[in-house]
Every structure is written in C-alpha cells, then in structure tokens.
C-alpha cells in the first residue's frame, strides 16, 4: 500500500488562513486522484474535494461547505497534494486526512484504500 | 447533519451477527453503486473494507459482508470478534451539489 503523510495542521484564528501538505510514496502519484477528508473532535467523516490525475483532466471537485475558500492542488513532480484553506472557520476544526484509492481502483476514485495520519487544524475564535 | 443515516449505535456478543443500515436518497445511495463501508479505531484513520456495495478489498475477512436494497445499504459482521469494536462509516457518490457524502457513523460495541 502506499504512504501517506500530512503536515501543516496548526491552531490559527477564525478568518486566517492555513496551508496543508500530503506527501505520498509508494504509489503511482502521477495517476493518483487524490481527496481531502476531515474530522471533528468526535465527530464523523466528512468529504471535503479530490483533484483527479492531470492524464485524467485534473478536475477538481469541493464540498458544499468549503467551495469558495479551500483550494487542492498537486505538485507531481514531488508527490505532494496540498490543501489550501483561507477564510477559516471555527466548524473548520477538524483532524485532515489525505486519501486515495490506489493501490486499488474504483470508478471515480472515491473509495479510500489509503489514507495518511491526519493532520488536525484548530481555529478558534 | 450527515447526508446518510446510519444509526448511531450497535451492539452484539462475540460469534454474533450484527447489520449495520445506511439509508441515502436517490441521488446517492439508491442511485448508484459506489458505496463505501469503512472501520475505524479509536485514534487511528479509516480502513476500508468494503467498496462498490459488496466487494471486499484483499486482506478483509470474509466476515465483513454487504448489500443494497433501494435506497439503503448495510453491512453485515459475522462472527463478532472483539477486535471489531470500532466506529463503521457508510460513504456513497452523489449526484448533488457534493461528490462523496458520509454517514454519520455507527459506534459498535462487543458485548
């Protein structure tokens, strides 16, 4: 299976800005379509946007809650998915996982085989 | 509030069977074949162990088991071992405003 590894979590106040990293090995990233999950403190998943391989038109999707203020993006040439969130809320605590279906595949690459550690953002008031 | 119903809690005695329900929309569950199951430990990030309704990624026991009926998937645990406690989330495509919904996870406790 391959690795995942978030970094970037930090406590940042509400209407800052913050910028997650997920570096991947052991997969073929260039292929990869990568998604963005998160969790609050005790709470359930929550899908937050996947950016599909650049081979497959690098379309990016977001969840309704953060459409408009978080962007993903990917570097290829280091393996690196990023997470750029700005205009933080306080319902945007949560510990953030990266996530992709490789080394499997499924139709839309939604079902998560690998997943990093997570990173957890607090933002307070 | 998750998009998907799961109930929030089950429970069973080790060698039982328990079924954990998922109940979406047309516009997810019903309407489509890319649900999800995931089991998660406490402290640790999901494991996936079942995918497009039924199929079992390699390396999960044949105890874990599912199906979709309608507008409602569920997820079947046979043998209840110990091991199995643990939160259980459903995740299906959507057609909606949203490209991958949740549920919002069921606690399984082993008697």
């Known amino acids: 299976e391959g690795q995942l590894v978030e970094s970037g979590g930090d406590l940042v106040k509400a209407g800052g800005s913050l910028r997650l990293s997920c570096a991947a090995s052991?997969?073929?990233?260039?292929?990869?379509?990568m998604s963005w999950v998160r969790q609050a403190p005790g709470k359930g998943l929550e899908w937050v946007g996947r950016?599909?391989?650049?081979?497959?038109?690098?379309?990016?999707d977001y969840a309704a809650p953060v459409r408009d203020r978080f962007t993903v993006s990917r570097d290829d040439s280091k393996s690196t998915l990023y997470l750029q969130m700005n205009s933080l809320k306080t319902e945007d605590t949560a510990v953030y996982y990266c996530?992709?279906?490789?080394?499997?595949?499924?139709?839309?690459?939604?079902?998560?085989?690998?997943w990093g550690q997570g990173t957890l953002v607090t933002v307070s008031s | 509030q998750s998009a998907l119903t799961q109930p929030a809690s089950v429970s069973g005695s080790p060698g039982q069977s328990i079924t954990i329900s998922c109940t979406g929309t047309?516009?997810?569950?019903?309407?489509?074949?890319?649900i999800s199951w995931y089991q998660q430990h406490p402290g640790k990030a999901p494991k996936l162990i079942i995918y497009?309704?039924?199929n079992r990624p390699s390396g999960v026991s044949n105890r874990f088991s599912a199906s979709k009926s309608d507008n409602t998937a569920s997820l079947t645990i046979s043998g209840l071992q110990a091991e199995d406690e643990a939160d259980y989330y459903c995740?299906?495509?959507?057609?909606?405003?949203?490209?991958?919904?949740f549920g919002g996870g069921t606690k399984l406790t082993v008697l």
């Open positions: 996530a992709t279906d490789l080394p499997m595949h499924c139709t839309h690459g939604i079902c998560y085989k690998s």
């Open positions: 052991g997969i073929n990233f260039n292929h990869a379509w």
């Open positions: 950016i599909k391989s650049k081979t497959s038109g690098g379309t990016i």
């Open positions: 047309s516009s997810d569950v019903g309407g489509y074949n890319y």
């Open positions: 497009e309704v039924s």
């Open positions: 995740s299906s495509y959507s057609d909606t405003d949203t490209l991958v919904v």
